[in-house]
């Protein structure tokens, strides 16, 4: 597999290392003949006139495969937001996932993710399960969502 999710736990505590893959730039092609059918974790970008990647959304799929739903995110004619179906449709966009077999490791690794994005408004909910999760990133790229 192109990317994974190493755990470690100690005591009441989990070290999560997840490596990305590689930054893709969105192409419903592309994205059908590359993206796996699995559960995971997946950013998608837009690259601004200032050549500066910005986030759009960080999010997960469990029911969904990876494939389809990045597929579905990254269609500016399958979007019902005007705003999102305007960055999609003016701007190129990218892409990168971590696959993810684990419902419980999803949780807790979206709830760190977004903690150090941006605690303040922080929806996610950890599974539970531990005191302190922790998480190591890995890209190709040097593109950190924590960092």
Same mark, same amino acid.
């Given at each position: ?10 005591? =009441? ?10 930054? =893709? ?47 579905? =995110? ?74």
């Amino acid at each position: 597999m192109e990317n994974s999710v190493k755990r470690f736990e100690k005591d =009441k505590d989990i070290y999560f290392t997840i490596s990305w893959s590689a930054l =893709k730039k969105a192409d419903r092609f592309e994205i059908i003949k590359q993206v796996p059918a699995f559960p995971g974790i997946y950013e998608i970008y837009y690259l601004d006139k200032y050549k500066k990647l910005n986030r759009i959304e960080l999010s997960f799929c469990w029911h969904d495969s990876l494939r389809n739903i990045i597929r579905t =995110k990254t269609d500016p004619s399958l979007q019902e937001d005007p705003r999102r179906k305007y960055i999609l449709d003016s701007y190129t966009c990218y892409y990168r996932y971590i696959i993810v077999e684990s419902y419980a490791d999803i949780l807790d690794i979206i709830f760190y993710l977004e903690e150090c994005i941006d605690a303040k408004n922080n929806k996610a909910k950890s599974s539970g399960r531990y005191e302190s999760i922790n998480v190591k990133e890995v890209s190709p790229d040097k593109i950190m969502t924590v960092g």
